[in-house]
């Protein structure tokens, strides 16, 4: 029982068997990130937005909740088009309980950032994971907007206090964080004055993307880096087109890495370039990955991708790729216990606030299955190059880690049992289907 829902919840595990090859097509569902900011740029905006390709994952639909709770009105039409009645800057109306995020940090911290700049008072809170994440990287900048905003010892729940009159601050970020940066541009577009968000190092831009084509007018530099927005900025209802998730399709790239002895295709997958440090990262292992049919979805770039097995050698990943990668290094990790050599990892402290502590969880998966892992505290150094044996691995309930442990399965001699597996909806709820569809062998079953 969660305590938290009264909701009865049910353990699930993946039991994934050594498979050899993979192949075939395939497509994956829709951006996580673009779908979040689809659902709540276009409940801002004046006017309808029509969204095709919505992910529709637990994740996203705890963002969809929560808008219809602020009084947005939201319809499906066929599957995985939406249609958000946008209520303008000032019309979201006070929601009548807690926001429940979920498992979602992304939907949390942007909320955060909207919400504080509201008239009214609200609550966010979200399950045991997300209730464990920092959240004053976020309440801190907004409450030198003027914001008003408590966290429980700089975790949610998330109290915040409406009527703030917000400022534009200008506002250096001690990590690269596309979350943080967006929190902070949305709160921006109610702020009177600038908003200035400075980053040390690329992180992703969808938001900024949107924004401008909502028609908001943003200041970007050549890098990239430092996003300015002067407020208010009313925002106009727009047709999104979500491409494919290159996080998700990041389990099949290297599946295909690892076994695609005559490829495996991969259609309709965004490739905009503050995401595409895993393909940097494979692509310097080795990996031979084509990139067909470049095309824009909007805003976004997007290709098919052609991966080819792939003899995969160790590096030593460059750390100004880790906020390009971000998500992707637990499936990363399993191609780096393939290669041939070590893979030195430095600078992903951050892996260890995700959903789970990704570098703790993944070298205690690995070991388990006998790789040699070496875990550092910004990072791991793995030994690559042997086969893994089978064995139990516990996921901690991360989406990320579960997906990863399942491509395991075509460098491992026996069966891999993933407990706790039931989070893989937060993100990619036909995973199994799409793994069934290029050949892998992953069923599921309800955990003891
Ligand atoms: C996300 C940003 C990233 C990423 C997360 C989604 C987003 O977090 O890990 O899964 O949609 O903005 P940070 O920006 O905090 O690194």
Redesign the pocket.
């Known amino acids: 029982m969660s305590p938290e829902s009264g909701i009865e919840t049910v353990r699930r595990d993946y039991h994934a068997l050594p498979v050899q090859s993979v192949g075939g097509e395939i497509t994956v569902p829709g951006d ?2 673009i779908s ?1 900011r689809a659902l709540m740029l276009g409940a801002i905006a004046d006017g309808e937005t029509v969204v095709r390709g919505f992910l529709e994952s637990e994740d996203c639909v705890a963002t969809r909740r929560a808008f219809e709770a602020l009084g947005v009105r939201v319809r499906d039409e066929e599957q995985g088009t939406l249609r958000v009645s946008g209520v303008g800057l000032d019309g979201l109306k006070p929601p009548p309980d807690v926001l429940d995020l979920g498992n979602s ?2 939907a949390i911290r942007l909320m955060t950032g909207l919400l504080a700049a509201q008239r009214f008072d609200s609550t966010l809170t979200g399950d045991e994971s997300l209730r464990k994440r920092p959240m004053e990287r976020v309440a801190t900048p907004l409450r030198a907007m003027g914001a008003r905003i408590a966290t429980r010892d700089g975790r949610a729940p998330i109290e915040i206090t409406g009527g703030a009159r917000l400022k534009g601050i200008d506002y250096a970020m001690p990590v690269a ?4 940066k ?1 929190a902070l541009l949305l709160a921006g577009l109610y702020a009177s004055g600038t908003t200035t968000v400075r980053s040390p190092g690329p ?2 831009d ?1 938001t900024e993307r949107m924004l401008r084509s909502m028609g908001v007018p943003l200041d970007i530099t050549d890098d990239g880096l430092t996003v300015s927005v002067s407020g208010p900025q009313r925002l106009k209802g727009i047709e999104i087109d979500v491409p494919g998730d290159l996080s998700s399709a990041a389990f099949f790239i290297v599946a295909g890495c690892l076994g695609a002895t005559d490829g495996l295709l991969i259609r309709n997958v965004g490739v905009n370039p503050t995401r595409t440090g895993v393909l940097t990262i494979l692509s310097a292992m080795g990996a031979r990955i084509e990139l067909r049919n470049a095309r824009t979805a909007g805003v976004e770039p997007v290709a098919d991708l052609f991966v080819e097995r792939s003899e995969l050698k160790g590096i030593d990943v460059p750390p100004e790729l880790v ?1 390009l990668a ?2 992707e290094f637990p499936i990363l990790f399993i191609a780096a216990a393939a290669a041939r050599g070590p893979t030195i990892v430095r600078g992903a402290e ?1 892996l260890r606030h ?1 959903e789970s502590d990704r570098i703790a969880v993944m070298a205690r998966g690995l070991t388990a299955l006998g790789a040699r892992v070496d875990e550092r505290e910004a990072g791991v150094i793995i030994e690559g190059g042997q086969r893994l044996r089978g064995g139990t691995i516990d996921s901690h309930g991360d989406h990320r880690v579960a997906m990863s442990f399942s491509v395991a399965s075509l460098i491992a001699d026996g069966p891999i049992e993933i407990r706790d597996t039931a989070a893989v909806a937060t993100s990619f709820p036909n995973f199994l289907d799409v793994a069934a569809a290029c050949g892998l062998s992953v069923t599921e079953r309800a955990g003891g």
Do not use: F, W
Request: aromatic residues 0%; proline residues 6%; without cysteine.
């Open positions: 996580k990130s979040h940090g992304t964080s596309a979350q943080v967006s992180s992703r969808h906020p971000i998500d951050e995700k």
